[in-house]
């Protein structure tokens, strides 16, 4: 069914919607400019971020939720489908992942030492301190596997297949890395929202080249994984590490 501006319930999915782009979107603009406190602004506990990181995952997979079913009607089985989320071709979906895993650090390498010669310091080219330096290993896996799911979600499952379907596959890959980005300001750092755009067109490209979301998520669980492997083995060395 499509969306029909009449029907109460589908104007209430479309609010939630709008809310949920407030929240991931318009926010992490505001926090980046200073309107509203970044992550550089708070002190970041372990049941702060863990909060955080579960308001998010509610929001990224929340919303797509409530729009299948009141806007258009879909089973959970029909959810799925519209998601690309698909044992077929499961094989094919984790090798992708892992070549992509390995393109987006050769990205990463190279994109790194350019900024660093654009006179960036260590602490400006990566977000992981922030994370990592306040967590336990227990809370780091859940944000690394749930929130990072959630986010592809929402982002390479929900939003790309509405925008697709509305402006075509380049624009859809292209428009969903933008807003991938910009999620990554609150952050209060331009590197790792640049660098997420970069990686965030990648993950576009595998999830319409394959068909199948899985490969995205896969993809980006392993980047996370290994940042975060990295950060753990290299701590007392200069590495661009990021946790998108």
Do not use: C
Request: hydrophobic share 60%.
């Amino acid at each position: 069914m499509d969306f029909r501006i009449t029907k109460p319930t589908h104007i209430f999915a479309l609010l939630v919607l709008l809310f949920a782009l407030l929240l991931l979107i318009v926010s992490p603009i505001l926090s980046f400019f200073g309107s509203l406190p970044s992550t550089q602004d708070i002190e970041l506990t372990e049941p702060i971020v863990l909060i955080g990181a579960v308001i998010a995952i509610l929001i990224l997979l929340g919303t797509p939720f409530l729009w299948y079913l009141l806007v258009n009607e879909f089973s959970i089985k029909e959810m799925l489908i519209n998601l690309k989320i698909r044992k077929q071709g499961l094989d094919m979906a984790i090798l992708w992942a892992v070549v992509t895993v390995i393109v987006m650090y050769v990205i990463v390498v190279i994109l790194g030492l350019v900024f660093s010669q654009l006179g960036f310091i260590e602490e400006e080219l990566t977000n992981i301190e922030d994370l990592a330096g306040n967590l336990s290993l227990g809370s780091m896996i859940f944000i690394i596997i749930f929130q990072s799911a959630s986010e592809e979600i929402f982002f390479r499952g929900f939003l790309l297949e509405k925008i697709h379907s509305l402006a075509g596959k380049e624009i859809a890959i292209v428009s969903t890395a933008l807003l991938f980005g910009i999620a990554h300001l609150s952050y209060g750092k331009i590197y790792p929202a640049v660098m997420t755009v970069v990686l965030g067109l990648l993950l576009g490209y595998i999830v319409v080249r394959t068909k199948n979301l899985n490969s995205a998520i896969i993809a980006h669980v392993l980047f996370n994984v290994a940042s975060y492997a990295f950060y753990l083995v290299y701590q007392s060395i200069d590495l661009e590490a990021l946790i998108l």
